[in-house]
């Protein structure tokens, strides 16, 4: 069956994102789906996150992981994209000892930059690495006058400036957080926009006319680590 | 409230060791501790101006370092502390009777220096208040700063009590049922972690609480030897040959059970146990517990009890810093140029917090003796 029905993915993504932002809040499940198959290992994804979220040095959002498989002369790559897996069940909401991460009602485990206490238990108890520490490093080491060093891209709506190892980022977790600065303003996801085979999917699982609502109806979708009980909202198409 | 005499020396008594002070008659160790104070507060004053990013080696990779295991290592020798002053006052009364309030005391210092050595690793430590403001009752840590306010608060009222010869019963159990249930959220914490197969363990929170108890009583032991050959009374040193070798062995027993754990599992992140092994036997049991125990089988006098004492509270200082730097070995999601087993070495800085503790702990507590703090205790009993 075509999904797609010939129209470009983006598109549709588009229609059924305007389409759940007209839902309340709370009726909203946010999720992403990435066929590995497609993934052709470009860390486009990776790129645009870098570009729209400004991440300082070592910090990451999405990384992209590669594995070779096999042995010459039967050998492949394996790409595998990594971003929050903004779980169902979290182990970074349980333990953030000052409910500085949570869960809003539309699913999103999200940060308050100005509770967290940058004790970093969440990325200890993070299984996917997903989180990383904003210590305070800059690329142009201490200059400080850049904007990509010192901007912000409004990350859970808010627009905090790293000038400063007393301002919050620095000194915070931080992790991927679906754009959802993008997403409200009824733009998708920047590694969704920018993946050039097209493999990421992103919407509304709570809509069942969703592209990925369908996609993830299929018999070839697993979840990455699904063991240790985090039901992660990130489904991966083999 | 008194003052003079209770938490600080007398004052007649204070001025007069100043003036010796001054005079360079101070104890070598003093002026030694002091300088370790400085330097440390240099530390930690660079890592709070210049910020983590420059001063410090953990990383999003390495969350928590040396200043996380240095506080780990401070809190349990704190509760070991109090595990040693509840044997002590059951078992040894007469014996125990003049050390009572140093080891109490040494406890509320050695969580005070393990607290500070916590302040210089948190991202943002003045916003510490959203533990009041903000809690959250599924996670350890925040049951961990409930229970290690309520241990430090008995602790002080314990000190006191024993410092004004007001002591009971009740009090004396109050303050070994809390610190317990302290370092058991301690253990917890890092055990609690499903998803870290290297902490992951309902044997940790015992774990922690022996070897707490082990750290503890070898530094009540030094205390206690120094104290018995001040005083010529050599029977103080009894309970602390005792219960040193039944904390080694109950470590010991822990230590290997952990290590068969390891050893036996395929889970990612238990393959930490198989390349420390020879490490682990070696130092972590080795040197660590069979070492001492020897020491102090053989040795049964003031020499071998201190140099046993000091070995422990070495290794197990080494023995906090595996077990916490240890668990991020394997990357949990290794990526780009990620080596496939991290590794970490604190930084200068990170050092002189602990040059900073320890000093602290040193320096409180000399002045403190020879002052004579404890010494209203130590006439009257409790």
């Not at chain 1, 588009?14 to 909203?28: F, M, N, T, V």
């Not at chain 1, 394996?78 to 970074?92: I, K, N, T, V, Y």
């Not at chain 2, 990526?335 to 070495?345: G, W």
Request: with cysteine; proline share 4%; aromatic share 14%.
């Amino acid at each position: 069956m075509n999904l797609t029905e010939n129209r470009d993915i983006l598109e549709i993504m588009q229609s059924d994102l305007e389409r759940a932002l007209k839902k309340p809040r709370a009726e909203r499940r946010w999720a992403m789906a990435i066929d590995l198959k497609k993934c052709i290992g470009c860390h486009a994804c990776t790129t645009g996150c870098m570009s729209e979220n400004l991440t300082p040095p070592e910090i990451h959002y999405r990384p992209v992981k590669e594995e070779e498989l096999g042995t010459f002369p039967n050998t492949g790559m394996r790409f595998l994209p990594r971003p929050c897996m903004q779980c169902d069940a979290p182990s970074c909401t349980q333990v953030c000892p000052v409910t500085a991460t949570y869960k809003r009602d539309d699913g999103l485990v999200t940060i308050d930059y100005e509770k967290c206490i940058g004790c970093r238990y969440c990325l200890v108890a993070c299984p996917y690495g997903a989180r990383s520490a904003d210590v305070g490093l800059y690329f142009t080491g201490d200059f400080r006058d850049k904007t990509y060093e010192v901007e912000n891209s409004g990350e859970y709506g808010k627009r905090s400036k790293r000038t400063s190892h007393w301002r919050s980022p620095i000194g915070n977790a931080r992790k991927c957080h679906f754009c959802i600065h993008r997403v409200e303003k009824g733009e998708l996801t920047r590694c969704t926009t920018t993946c050039l085979s097209s493999a990421t999917y992103f919407g509304d699982i709570n809509d069942p006319k969703a592209l990925i609502t369908k996609l993830i109806s299929k018999v070839n979708v697993m979840k990455y680590k699904e063991e240790f009980g985090t039901k992660p909202m990130v489904f991966y198409l083999t | 409230m008194q003052i003079y005499g209770v938490f600080i020396p007398e004052k007649n008594r204070l001025l007069s060791y100043f003036s010796q002070f001054k005079q360079g008659k101070g104890g070598l160790i003093v002026y030694l501790a002091l300088i370790g104070l400085v330097l440390g507060g240099f530390g930690f004053g660079s890592i709070f101006i210049l910020g983590h990013g420059h001063t410090i080696n953990t990383s999003s990779q390495v969350p928590w370092g040396l200043q996380i295991s240095t506080y780990v290592y401070f809190a349990l020798v704190s509760g070991g502390c109090i595990f040693t002053n509840f044997i002590g006052n059951m078992f040894f009364h007469e014996k125990y009777k003049p050390l009572a309030s140093r080891v109490i005391f040494m406890g509320l210092i050695t969580a005070i220096a393990g607290f500070a050595s916590l302040a210089s690793e948190l991202g943002h430590v003045e916003r510490m208040y959203m533990f009041m403001i903000s809690p959250n009752p599924t996670s350890p840590m925040f049951w961990m700063s409930v229970w290690y306010t309520a241990d430090i608060s008995i602790l002080l009222v314990e000190y006191i009590n024993i410092q004004r010869n007001k002591h009971s019963k009740a009090m004396l159990y109050t303050s070994f049922i809390i610190p317990v249930i302290t370092y058991c959220s301690l253990g917890s914490l890092f055990g609690a972690v499903g998803t870290m197969p290297y902490y992951y363990s309902s044997l940790l929170p015992i774990y922690f609480l022996f070897s707490g108890f082990l750290s503890g009583n070898a530094l009540c032991a030094i205390i206690a030897a120094f104290q018995s050959k001040t005083s010529g009374n050599m029977r103080l040193l009894k309970p602390f040959f005792r219960m040193q070798k039944i904390a080694l062995a109950s470590v010991f027993v822990l230590t290997f059970c952990r290590i068969i754990i390891g050893l036996s599992s395929n889970l990612t992140g238990y393959e930490v146990f198989r390349e420390t092994f020879f490490q682990n036997v070696i130092f972590g049991i080795g040197g660590a517990l069979v070492v001492p125990f020897i020491i102090l089988m053989y040795k049964r006098t003031f020499g071998g009890l201190v140099l046993s004492s000091l070995l422990v509270l070495l290794t197990q200082f080494m023995a906090r810093l595996d077990l916490v730097v240890e668990g991020f070995r394997v990357p949990v999601f290794r990526v780009y140029d990620m080596p496939e087993r991290i590794s970490y070495f604190p930084s200068v800085f990170e050092i002189l917090v602990v040059l900073a503790s320890v000093s602290l702990v040193a320096l409180v507590y000399l002045i403190s003796e020879k002052t004579g703090l404890f010494e209203i205790a130590g006439k009257g009993g409790h």
